[in-house]
């Protein structure tokens, strides 16, 4: 969720530092800091609240020369966001640190620590890592690297951190469990972040810690460590350009720009990938063609819009493959207690492959009998996708927008591809799975159509502006859509959203429908259609005012209908793909209207890297 960057240079490095906060922006912080060695060799610390700009005007008002340094944006987790909690903490001006994550046992280790005389300035769980670490090295007589290794053995929890010594100037070390942390190599300088992104515009070579890794970093060198403290080599991945693909370009925002990109996302996807002869097996790794024969059931854990997808892609797996699913919030799946069915398949959901709780699902399935690991994932260096044993890419970009919209898009289509592929040896019939696959083959154009509807949909949000609830409706595969939007809804424009199946109306939700409250509807033209239509009469019966996507015969002739909006007719196993963005689109010009911070809403962070 936090942003971390870290310079070890021979060179000026506060602008750098800066920008690599800047680029991690879109992960949700609310407060940033930066310490720095000046030219007498002294550390320099700046704090501030809110935006990165502000820690930019404490730095312009009290300019520093600096060449190593580390840095940071916080999302809160332990106490306020307040610049007394800001990162980086430091322990008797000695030790400076910035970590993400959260130390699960701060307090039982923060009363040792005041028992050793330290004192604490915060409220947060990390400063107790600065004062850990100073106490190993003053105990040991120790170097920062050997200190922090001795440190992190008392750590319980998830951290990535970034640490340096006032004693020694040109060198930042680094540590990870739980929450990922990036090596940069740069020309004459090397670098620490939280997201590759954040180093786009200074380094193309990249070493991935893994579990349990430390890291040194000096201008001219790198050294690594694993979870056993024998000094290792990690592999070095070369990513040249990342800049050019996170600029927001015409748009007014990265959401936008983002929606507006899915046509050409999921044709970029389906090329090479979906041949004549159909999806190929191997794109979901070597060892794939010899697990999918074995596969009798699926489980898929993910969180938020990602679970949304694979709550799509239970009606695909049950309905086309015939194979039961069972689809789980990561948050909930990790604590409970499991019985695994004989040969399931283990499918985790994440757009940047960091979501902490899936990770933790992931790796609690390693031992325990599942047939295989297999992620769906939109970054290919991820925690996540190194993890699993098979790997599907999304290839949906860098997606900024905190609201998920092409990595859910492309989600679906990996998804579809992959109940293809286990359909194939569970009885799907070839005329079936060639009619899907022209269906595929033809989704960019449906969706370019739907992109044309902008301009009503912009109407439509005019209705939404003065409102505090909604209510979101759809029935069969339709549902998980109708989850969607109105979680897309909640997260960037503030009203309270709410979706539910449409038949369980009379179950409760009927309660809340008068003529203030927005009712949209996904209304498509399936066998579910005409039962949709009774419960789309309830509404207009109570009053109701209702918001339809959908096909013609969905159409209530009525001024109740506030709004309807027509969709093409549209291949029903693809459609939820197609309804989503209408939804997506509505929720993104609604919040236009409302005002808010779009790609940025508040409480809110990209990649959910703590529990």
């Known amino acids: 969720m936090c942003g971390i960057v870290g310079v070890a240079s021979n060179k000026p490095s506060v602008d750098k530092l800066v920008a690599g906060l800047l680029r991690q922006e879109y992960r949700g912080y609310d407060s940033a800091g930066l310490a720095i060695f000046d030219e007498s060799q002294e550390i320099k610390v700046y704090k501030s609240t809110g935006k990165v700009s502000e820690l930019q005007n404490s730095i312009d008002q009290n300019p520093v020369n600096g060449n190593t340094g580390i840095a940071h944006t916080r999302w809160a987790t332990h106490g306020l966001p307040t610049t007394e909690n800001a990162h980086p903490h430091h322990s008797n001006k000695e030790i400076f640190v910035i970590h993400n994550g959260i130390i699960e046992n701060h ?22 890592i600065a004062h850990l670490i100073h106490a190993k090295m003053s105990q040991n007589n120790t170097s920062l690297v050997e200190s922090l290794k001795a440190a992190v053995k008392d750590l319980r929890g998830a951290y990535a951190i970034g640490a340096m010594s006032s004693k020694e100037p040109g060198l930042v070390a680094a540590a990870r469990k739980g929450s990922p942390l990036v090596v940069g190599h740069g020309h004459g300088e090397n670098f620490i972040a939280s997201d590759q992104l954040a180093l786009a515009d200074f380094a193309e070579n990249f070493v991935f810690l893994e579990e349990g890794d430390l890291a040194e970093i000096t201008p001219t060198n790198t050294k690594f460590w694993n979870s056993e403290d024998q000094q290792v080599d990690r592999p070095v991945v070369v990513a040249k350009s990342l800049g050019e693909t996170i600029d927001k370009g015409e748009y007014r925002h990265f959401m936008l720009k983002e929606i507006m990109e899915q046509p050409e996302k999921i044709k970029g996807l389906l090329e090479g990938q979906l041949t004549e002869s159909g999806v190929q097996e191997e794109i979901f790794g070597p060892e794939a063609p010899a697990v999918f024969k074995q596969v009798e059931s699926v489980q898929i854990v993910a969180c938020g819009t990602s679970y949304h997808a694979g709550t799509v892609a239970k009606y695909w797996f049950e309905g086309l493959a015939g194979l039961p699913c069972s689809v789980e919030v990561a948050s909930e799946f990790r604590y409970r207690n499991k019985v695994v069915a004989p040969n399931t398949l283990f499918v985790t959901i994440s757009q940047s492959g960091e979501t902490a709780d899936t990770l933790a699902c992931l790796s609690s399935a390693k031992d325990s009998g599942y047939l295989a690991r297999l992620c769906i994932c939109n970054v290919p260096s991820s925690s996540l996708a190194r993890e699993s044993d098979l790997v599907f890419l999304t290839k949906a970009g860098p997606e900024i927008g905190v609201a998920s919209t092409k990595a859910f898009t492309t989600q679906l289509v990996g998804l579809l591809m992959l109940t293809l592929i286990l359909g194939r040896h569970h009885g799907l019939s070839a ?19 739907v992109m044309k509807l902008e301009k009503e949909i912009i109407e439509m949000a005019e209705d939404f502006d003065q409102k505090e609830h909604a209510l979101f409706l759809g029935r069969g595969i339709h549902y998980p859509v109708a989850m969607e ?48 239509q009774s419960n789309l009469e309830e509404v207009r019966a109570r009053g109701g005012k ?19 909006i027509e969709l093409p007719e549209i291949p029903e196993l693809i459609a939820p793909l197609i309804y989503s963005i209408p939804l997506q689109l509505l929720a993104y010009h609604v919040a236009i209207l409302k005002g808010t911070d779009i790609d940025q809403p508040r409480n809110l962070a990209k990649s959910v890297t703590v529990e």
Do not use: C, W
């Open 546 to 564: 209702l918001y339809v996507f959908g096909h013609y015969e969905a159409h209530i002739q009525d001024s109740t209908i506030a709004r309807f």
């Open 431 to 449: 005329a079936a799975e060639n009619k899907i696959n022209n269906s595929l083959r033809a989704l960019p154009d449906s969706l370019d159509s």
């Open 107 to 128: 307090q039982e280790i923060r009363t040792t620590l005041k028992a050793l005389g330290y004192s604490f300035e915060s409220e947060t769980d990390t400063e107790v």
């Open 485 to 532: 939007g109105a979680l897309k809804l909640k997260e960037i424009s503030y009203i309270h959203a709410e979706a539910y199946p449409a038949g369980e109306l009379k179950h409760g939700p009927l309660a809340l429908v008068d003529s203030e409250m927005p009712v949209v509807a996904v209304a498509p033209n399936d066998d579910l259609l005409e039962k949709l």
